[in-house]
Nanobody, 124 residues
Framework: QVELVESGGGLVQAGGSLRLSCAASGRTFSTCNMGWFRQAPGKEREFVALITRGLSITNYADSVKGRFTISRDNAKNTVYLQMSSLKPEDTAVYYC?????????????????WGQGTQVTVSS
């Protein structure tokens, strides 16, 4: 069982930055590939970024590539999402999730454990 708690969301102007954190409880964080997803009002939840266990290989959605950076600190059981050059279209609830399969997967159905989400609002 993995429990995930996101933090760091808020209101920011376009062009600004935010860093989201996702803290995991339990001793299994190191076995998780960790993903960030987001869901805007009226839209489906979509993949944003992932980082693998072990080698910390990263993968990003095209819409955030070059602006967002995912990282993890296994000693702190925490994964981060550094968001820069934010745009109004980045406005969404952001969720972190754990996939223990070991594969690089971007489908929400492949992630078994989810946090409650944190709201990010980017004003124009």
């Amino acid at each position: 069982q993995v429990e995930l708690v996101e933090s760091g969301g808020g209101l920011v102007q376009a062009g600004g930055s935010l860093r989201l954190s996702c803290a995991a409880s339990g001793r299994t964080f190191s076995t998780c590939n960790m993903g960030w997803f987001r869901q805007a009002p009226g839209k489906e939840r979509e993949f944003v970024a992932l980082i693998t266990r072990g080698l910390s290989i990263t993968n990003y959605a095209d819409s955030v590539k070059g602006r967002f950076t995912i990282s993890r600190d296994n000693a702190k059981n925490t994964v981060y999402l550094q968001m820069s050059s934010l745009k109004p279209e980045d406005t969404a609830v952001y969720y972190c999730a754990c996939d223990r399969s070991g594969y690089l997967r971007v489908n929400i159905n492949d992630y078994a454990y989810w946090g409650q989400g944190t709201q990010v609002t980017v004003s124009s």
